[in-house]
């Protein structure tokens, strides 16, 4: 091979590289924030989901919730309310941060609802069967994710 081909191959193998590490990638700011908006074309599990847009797929997890994984108590439960609230419906993500998984971390909204929030709520219904017992729960994790957001601001 000529030295112009190796050069070739190089850049090439570069190119790949580069955009095989962008895939996946929100359109972020510096500072790592940013919107995504598009279709709900996967939920892994209560707190994460797949958002497609402009022909990229992000998985993003959910900010100020941590739902029980599938082989946990009520985690098919999380799973299935999560899946009724997003799948196959427009979302507007607002980035936030990366989680230690390399995950997107936002704030989703779809038809103008909260997920975070309505997940909580969905939990507090199940737990409580008690409106006004979802209501003060949801305020009290509201104000808590508003107050870890405002800290890492």
């Known amino acids: 091979m000529t030295q112009n081909g190796r050069r070739c191959s190089v850049l090439l193998l ?9 895939e996946g990638e929100p359109p972020v700011d510096a500072q790592g924030r940013g919107t995504l908006s598009g279709i709900v074309t996967h939920v892994a599990d209560g707190d994460t989901l797949d958002i497609t847009a402009n022909g990229q797929t992000y998985t993003v997890r959910l900010d100020g919730i941590d739902a029980p994984e599938g082989g946990q108590a009520f985690g098919r439960e999380a799973r299935v309310q999560l899946r009724v609230l997003a799948f196959s419906k427009p979302a507007t993500a607002t980035v936030l941060d990366r989680d230690r998984y390399g ?9 103008g609802r909260d997920l975070s929030e309505e997940m909580v709520r969905a939990a507090c219904r199940a ?10 729960a949801v305020g009290r994790s509201v104000r808590g994710a508003a107050l870890a957001v405002s800290e890492r601001s």
Not at 127 to 136: E, L, P
Request: charge should be positive; hydrophobic fraction near 55%.
């Open 14 to 22: 570069a190119i790949v590289l580069a955009l095989s590490v962008l």
């Open 127 to 136: 737990r409580t069967g008690s409106q006004a017992a979802t209501s003060r």
């Open 103 to 111: 995950r997107t971390v936002a704030r989703v909204i779809v038809a």
